[in-house]
């Protein structure tokens, strides 16, 4: 990989204009690979942890001291939620 030209006529052989036919193909195929075992990696592991852990428990967790951190506030509010304490959300 990474070297071109070496089954189509070792190096010698052009497609013209070369600016129209030019994939960059002798990189891309491993940033394409990478990105997707990435996503692959973080929704196996956001579906485990949702499977295998009570609501109880993930709440634990994330809800430290009773209160929502200031991020996951302004995550709130950017979905439209005004409650900023934790006891008045619904669990469904």
Known sequence: FGVKGGAAGGGYSQVVPMEEFN??????I????????????????????????????????????????????SRLKKLGIDKIDPETLSES
């Open 23 to 28: 994939l960059h193909l002798t990189g891309d």
């Open 30 to 73: 491993h940033a394409v690979t990478a990105s997707n075992n990435l996503v692959s990696a973080a929704l196996e592991s956001r579906m485990f942890h949702e499977s295998s852990q009570t609501d109880t428990a993930l709440y634990s967790r994330l809800i430290k001291n009773g209160k929502f951190s200031n991020v996951q506030i």
